[in-house]
């Protein structure tokens, strides 16, 4: 599959703008099965920045609220502080271009960045309304993080735990920090206020360093294409226009468990 022409109305073309214009997508009822028709009517906003060759990119769109689409753009809070070769810059300071410092001892430079608003009582198509994660210091080991630290409800971060070496006879997984709450080390916690969440994505698919914490940027994952229609796949690839298709993510740098995998584990 590739990727169709970026539509100029909606994506800003001049290098490192910060200027967005905005042009909603609409579906046809009958191009899409019910449960995603239904999506026309709950919409988002989708902020996203990317790299054009040497220049920085960026763009707005309204779209359909799908749980699909939200999950590439909610991983960090504001505040988070991501190491690059630089030094650590708040997640919301990254420009695309920048290069991260990976868990590995590698770099990688940083293609894309997306955000959107977690809105309390806001309609949701999610079966349960998201949550942020409240990371307590040194619930991972010292210094992971330093200080308490709250992230998106999406992220994951990489575990050694001998625990799965047992069971899945690998030496590392990316596991949801969600499956990790305890109301101790990891807290969950209901925003109170509009929250601006963010997601990275790298050239690659990498774990970086955030706030101490060895975390995955964004890849799809093998599961998308399967729950996105052909018309919603075009819009999910308009997100990241510096790529043609799903391919182009890579590989998944660690396998993932899912939450109930964690829940069974331990």
């Given at each position: 599959m590739t990727n169709p022409q970026p539509n100029h109305d909606a994506f800003s073309t001049r290098p490192t703008s910060r200027l967005r214009s905005e042009q909603a997508w609409t579906v046809r009822r009958n191009s899409v099965p019910a449960p995603q028709a239904r999506t026309a009517r709950l919409t988002r906003r989708f902020e996203i920045e990317w790299l054009d060759g040497d220049s920085v990119m960026d763009g707005v769109h309204v779209?359909?609220?799908?749980?699909?689409?939200?999950?590439?753009?909610?991983?960090?809070?504001?505040?988070v502080l991501i190491q690059t070769t630089e030094g650590p810059v708040a997640v919301e300071d990254l420009i695309p271009g920048m290069h991260l410092e990976c868990a590995n001892?590698?770099?990688?430079?940083?293609?894309?960045?997306?955000?959107?608003?977690?809105?309390?009582?806001?309609?949701?198509?999610?079966?349960?309304?998201?949550?942020?994660?409240?990371?307590?210091p040194d619930?991972?080991?010292?210094?992971r993080p330093?200080?308490?630290q709250t992230f998106g409800p999406h992220v994951r971060r990489l575990d050694r735990d001998p625990k799965i070496r047992a069971s899945?006879?690998?030496?590392?997984?990316?596991?949801?920090?969600?499956?990790?709450?305890d109301g101790n080390a990891v807290i969950e916690v209901t925003p109170m206020s509009p929250t601006r969440v963010?997601?990275?994505?790298?050239?690659?698919?990498?774990?970086?360093?955030?706030?101490?914490?060895?975390?995955?940027?964004?890849h799809p994952?093998?599961?998308?294409?399967?729950?996105?229609?052909?018309?919603?796949?075009?819009?999910?690839?308009?997100?990241?226009?510096?790529?043609?298709?799903?391919?182009?993510?890579?590989?998944?740098?660690?396998?993932?468990?899912?939450?109930?995998?964690?829940?069974?584990?331990?």
């Open positions: 779209a359909p609220a799908l749980p699909v689409f939200e999950k590439a753009f909610g991983a960090f809070t504001h505040g001892g590698r770099t990688s430079r940083l293609m894309w960045k997306g955000s959107i608003m977690v809105v309390p009582n806001a309609p949701t198509l999610n079966d349960e309304p998201d949550r942020l994660y409240r990371v307590m619930a991972f080991g010292l210094g330093v200080q308490d899945l006879g690998t030496e590392r997984a990316l596991v949801p920090l969600s499956a990790l709450a963010y997601h990275l994505a790298c050239e690659d698919h990498a774990t970086i360093l955030a706030a101490g914490l060895e975390v995955e940027t964004y994952g093998p599961e998308t294409p399967l729950s996105l229609s052909e018309e919603m796949m075009a819009h999910f690839l308009r997100f990241f226009p510096y790529i043609r298709s799903l391919r182009d993510f890579g590989r998944l740098s660690a396998p993932r468990l899912t939450r109930d995998d964690v829940l069974s584990l331990y």
